[in-house]
């Protein structure tokens, strides 16, 4: 077990965010979480990564460190967060400045991770160069260069169009296919979160309680070819029938 989550409860002055939310997660597994706006993915997300502290309760992290691995977290941030006057390359590097790397080392593990992302022909254009999909892959390059344990994605690809997120969460698959990432990816997104997890955390509207952990059975080499779809099909309609109640009630909090 990589990581052990245990959260009594969380929250932000008297506001009860997260209620009773534990799960674990396993190295080189997915694990997705949705639910509805405002039940507390994001604080979730941060309450891994160590940027906050549960009020009452604790995360444990039992990864053996790879060499290589320059930081156990990582994450991807949904606006990309890139420097702009920084080429793609320099976006990378910037986050190895605080490594003490020799240069040569710096500029292997920023080959080696454009190269994994796809975007070696992209190392000198500038953020404004790139369409939305290719800043996101910089995003996640960025993340990926220091080998982390664990990458943590806040709806990376819902700023993005459609057909953008797609291609973006086929290509996140055919790297966890090669590489076996571990993360914690938090979506909107059904298909999404069907493409790539292992496992799908369901959480009610605020405060967030963990409603069911949805297992993905389906190989994740499946999970865009004809074999897979009537399994997750099935499962599409399991996840919205837990969360529609859910974000009908939710909006109707949030409008009321
Ligand atoms: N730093 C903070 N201080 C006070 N309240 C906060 C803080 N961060 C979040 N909240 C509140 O906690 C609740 C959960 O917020 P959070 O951002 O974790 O939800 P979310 O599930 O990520 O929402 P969304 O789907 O909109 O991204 C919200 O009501 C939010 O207003
Ligand atoms: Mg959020």
């Known amino acids: 077990m990589l990581m052990q989550i245990d959260i009594a409860e969380h929250?932000?002055?008297?506001?009860?965010?997260?209620?009773?939310?534990?799960?674990?997660?396993?190295?080189?597994?997915?694990?997705?979480?949705?639910?509805?706006?405002?039940?507390?993915?994001?604080?979730?997300?941060?309450?891994?990564?160590?940027?906050?502290?549960?009020?009452?309760?604790?995360?444990?992290?039992?990864?053996?460190?790879?060499?290589?691995?320059?930081?156990?977290?990582?994450?991807?941030?949904?606006?990309?967060?890139?420097?702009?006057?920084?080429?793609?390359?320099?976006?990378?590097?910037?986050?190895?400045?605080?490594?003490?790397?020799?240069?040569?080392?710096?500029?292997?593990?920023?080959?080696?991770?454009?190269?994994?992302?796809?975007?070696?022909?992209?190392?000198?254009?500038?953020?404004?160069?790139?369409?939305?999909?290719?800043?996101?892959r910089v995003g996640i390059a960025r993340a990926l260069v220091v080998r982390p344990q664990v990458l943590l994605m806040d709806e990376p690809f819902s700023a993005l169009d459609a057909q953008t997120r797609e291609l973006l969460t086929a290509d996140f698959l055919d790297l966890w296919l090669r590489e076996k990432i571990t993360a914690v990816h938090i979506t909107h997104n059904l298909a999404e979160a069907l493409t790539l997890a292992d496992r799908i955390i369901v959480l009610s509207r605020r405060p967030g309680r963990i409603k069911k952990i949805v297992e993905v059975t389906v190989p994740k080499a499946q999970r865009l070819t004809a074999e897979g779809q009537t399994e997750l099909v099935a499962l599409r309609e399991e996840l919205w029938s837990l969360i529609k109640d859910e974000a009908v009630l939710a909006n109707q909090e949030v409008t009321a």
């Open 11 to 136: 929250r932000y002055g008297s506001l009860l965010v997260l209620d009773n939310v534990q799960f674990s997660i396993a190295s080189g597994e997915i694990v997705c979480v949705v639910g509805p706006s405002g039940c507390g993915k994001s604080t979730l997300l941060s309450i891994l990564g160590g940027l906050v502290q549960p009020t009452n309760g604790s995360v444990s992290y039992s990864g053996q460190s790879q060499t290589d691995c320059l930081n156990d977290l990582t994450y991807v941030f949904q606006d990309f967060a890139l420097l702009p006057w920084l080429t793609v390359r320099e976006n990378i590097r910037f986050v190895l400045r605080h490594h003490a790397l020799d240069p040569a080392t710096c500029d292997r593990k920023i080959d080696d991770v454009l190269a994994r992302t796809g975007l070696t022909s992209f190392a000198q254009a500038f953020p404004k160069q790139l369409s939305g999909g290719m800043k996101q």
